[in-house]
């Protein structure tokens, strides 16, 4: 009897028993373009949450300022809106600012819901309006509590 010797078989026939040189090359080829899409993405992602970030402790006085200014208005001047206005002016113009005073002023609404000026000596609605360096604004109405 004549004993087989198991002979190797071409490489087409072949068991796969890892990857050729080819799918190596072709998936690192597919990864890299792939990852040229992507970085672009993550990178202007991460760009708006550290500007976000960053702006946020000035948001955060600018609304700190307006409580301060709501507490004022809530507990010394509930019904006293002129001593109100006087008392946000100073605080405006200590030095360093306490914040960003970009306007104060009387409204008044007409029928339609409307903004007006009101009349001289009709000061019921005082509206103002606080601000920081980054260009944010906040605006509050106030009215006399009864």
């Known amino acids: ?8 078989r071409p490489a087409l026939f072949r068991s796969p028993s890892g990857f050729t ?14 990852m040229a899409f992507l970085l672009p993405l993550i990178a202007s992602g991460l760009q708006g949450s550290r500007s976000a970030l960053l702006r946020m402790p000035e948001t955060n006085n600018l609304r700190t300022e307006m409580d301060a200014v709501w507490h004022l208005y809530r507990t010394v001047y509930p019904n006293d809106l002129p001593a ?7 605080a405006a113009a200590a030095d360093p600012p306490t914040y960003l005073l970009l306007d104060k002023s009387w409204v008044d609404f007409d029928v339609n819901g409307a903004e ?31």
Do not use: W
């Open 21 to 34: 040189l080819i799918e190596v090359i072709a998936t690192l080829s597919l990864s890299a373009v792939l």
């Open 84 to 90: 109100l206005s006087a008392a946000i002016d100073t």
């Open 1 to 8: 009897m004549k004993s087989r010797s198991h002979k190797s």
């Open 116 to 146: 007006s000026i009101p009349p001289p000596g009709t000061e019921n609605i005082l509206r103002v309006t606080l601000g920081n360096s980054q260009g944010e604004r906040l605006t509050t109405y106030f009215f006399p509590i009864p």
